[in-house]
């Protein structure tokens, strides 16, 4: 009965929905191992991003082109499940589940998450043995919105 769509009760011959579980949200553990990569914007793979970790629960990410690199501030709201860029994008680390090659990014005002701002695709994994990746030698221009 584990693998049928569809359960019947010993009682009724009307057919019983299948019965859903919803995940826990991911521990912030959980989504750093998941964004430990180097990312490219999927419509200019030559724009890369990285993450950079901390014990807490606010997070870096540096971009990096032809114009040099600019470092950008992350917020993990576990309870909500969204990984918010300042205050104007976000991200559902719970997506990374179903599609771990790319991270979707949505406009603050989308938390239907109809249609992805702009979408990332993983390019290859951060520095090896470390989840504090990806430290910039030399100066990183700060902004707190993207």
Do not use: I
Not at 23 to 43: H, I, R, T, Y
Not at 68 to 94: N, Q
């Amino acid at each position: 009965f584990l693998h049928s769509p569809v359960r019947r009760c010993s009682s009724h011959t009307n057919p019983v929905p299948p019965l859903r579980f919803r995940m826990p949200p991911p521990s912030a553990g959980d989504v750093k191992l998941s964004l430990n990569f180097v990312w490219g914007k999927e419509s200019d793979l030559t724009e890369t991003y990285a993450f950079e970790f901390s014990a807490s629960t606010q997070w870096g990410c540096v971009r990096s082109n032809d114009r040099g690199s600019s470092k950008f501030k992350l917020f993990y709201d576990g309870g909500a499940t969204r990984l918010w860029w300042g205050e104007s994008y976000f991200t559902d680390p719970v997506d990374l589940v179903s599609q771990p090659e790319k991270l979707k990014w949505y406009r603050a005002a989308d938390r239907a998450k109809n249609r992805a701002a702009f979408v990332w695709k993983r390019l290859r994994a951060a520095r090896p043995g470390s989840l504090e990746a990806n430290q910039l030698s030399g100066k990183v221009k700060t902004e707190a919105k993207a």
